[in-house]
């Protein structure tokens, strides 16, 4: 009986111990495609507005030779 209940404990301990590895490995997903998401729709959102300010420019510039 002794031997079933420290086994018993044993894997509790090493389900604990896979809980909380779990967790972290969760939290580096969310953070990893945080960044990536952020890493691509800045860039993107930028372009959004910098394409046409770069249009604007260039055809006033060479509005006159066109």
Do not use: C, D, H, R
Not at 10 to 25: P, R
Request: charged share 15%; proline share 3%.
């Amino acid at each position: 009986m002794e031997e079933i209940l420290q086994k018993l404990t044993q894997q509790e301990e090493q389900l604990n111990e896979i809980a909380s590895t779990v967790k972290k490995i969760k939290l580096y997903f969310v953070v990893m495609l945080s960044l990536s998401v952020a890493t691509f729709i800045i860039p993107l959102v930028g372009l959004i507005f910098v394409v046409p300010w770069f249009l604007k420019t260039v055809g006033s510039t060479y509005q006159g030779l066109l």
